[in-house]
C-alpha cells in the first residue's frame, strides 16, 4: 500500500517569513515526487516537481528530496497572504508523473498578515 | 485554450440512482485521470486511461464504479447504484505523456456529487 505522509496543520506563519511543509512516503520506487497547492473549493494546481535528491528552486519555492530517508519538502520564501491554501504532496512511480499519482491529504497553510 | 472541462459541476441524486460524471481533457493531451477527493481519504486516484486504453483501475472502489474513454475528447465516470458513501468532489485531469518530458496533469474544477 503507497503512502503518503503529511502533517495536516494548520501551520500558521507570519507574512514575510519562510514556510516549511514536510511529506514522508512509503514506496521505495517511487520516482517523480510534485506539490500541488489546492485553494478552498478549487482544483489542484501543480507548484514543482523533483526527480533528484537535493534542492530545486523555482522563484520563491524550493523543494527538497531525500529518497534516502523517503522524505520531501517545501520551503515557501517571503511568504504572502495569497499562499494561505492547502498545499497536497503527490508522488508517482512513473518517470515524469505518467503514471497516476497518489497524494498525501495535504497541509493547511495559513500566512497571517 | 481551455482547460479541463467537467460536467455537471454539481450533482445531487438518491441513493439507488445512476450518476454519470463527465470529462473532457485539454486538446492534443494523451492521458487522462479520474481522481476522488473526501476530507476522510484525501485526494485518491480511481483509474488512468493513455490514449484511450485504460491503464491502471486499482483505485476504483467497486464494481459500482466504471469509467470509460470512447475517444481522445471524451470520457465518462458511471457510479450504479449510488450510495451515500459515494459523496465526494470528482477531479478530472489530463496530460501529454511525452517521453523525457515532466507529465503535468492539469485538473479540471471537478464534480461535487452529493447521494441522499
Known amino acids: 500500500q503507497k503512502e503518503v505522509e503529511q502533517n495536516s496543520g494548520p501551520l500558521s506563519v507570519p507574512e514575510g517569513a519562510i514556510a516549511s511543509l514536510n511529506c514522508t512516503y512509503s514506496d521505495r520506487g517511487s520516482q517523480s515526487f510534485f506539490w500541488y497547492r489546492q485553494y478552498s473549493g478549487k482544483s489542484p494546481e501543480l507548484i514543482m516537481f523533483?526527480?533528484?535528491?537535493g534542492d530545486k528552486e523555482d522563484g520563491r519555492f524550493t523543494a527538497q528530496l531525500n529518497k534516502a530517508s523517503q522524505y520531501v519538502s517545501l520551503l515557501i520564501r517571503d511568504s504572502q497572504p495569497s499562499d494561505s491554501a492547502t498545499y497536497l504532496c503527490?508522488?508517482?512511480?512513473?518517470?515524469?508523473?505518467?503514471?497516476?499519482?497518489?497524494f498525501g491529504k495535504g497541509t493547511h497553510l495559513i500566512i497571517q498578515p | 485554450d481551455a482547460g479541463v472541462i467537467q460536467s455537471p459541476r454539481h450533482e445531487v441524486t438518491e441513493m439507488g440512482q445512476e450518476v454519470t460524471l463527465r470529462c473532457k481533457p485539454i486538446?492534443?493531451?494523451?492521458?487522462l485521470f479520474w481522481y476522488r477527493q473526501t476530507m476522510m481519504r484525501g485526494l485518491e486516484l480511481l483509474i488512468y486511461f493513455n490514449n484511450n486504453v485504460p491503464i491502471d483501475d486499482s483505485g476504483m472502489p467497486e464494481d459500482r464504479f466504471s469509467a470509460k474513454m470512447p475517444n481522445a475528447s471524451f470520457s465518462t465516470l458511471k457510479i450504479q447504484p449510488s450510495e451515500p458513501r459515494d459523496s465526494a468532489v470528482y477531479f478530472c485531469?489530463?496530460?501529454?505523456?511525452?517521453?523525457?518530458?515532466?507529465?503535468?496533469?492539469?485538473f479540471g474544477p471537478g464534480t461535487r456529487l452529493t447521494v441522499l
Open positions: 485531469a489530463s496530460s501529454l505523456r511525452k517521453t523525457g518530458n515532466t507529465d503535468t496533469q492539469y
Open positions: 523533483i526527480y533528484s535528491n
Open positions: 486538446s492534443g493531451h494523451n492521458s
Open positions: 503527490a508522488v508517482s512511480q512513473g518517470g515524469g508523473g505518467a503514471d497516476g499519482l497518489t
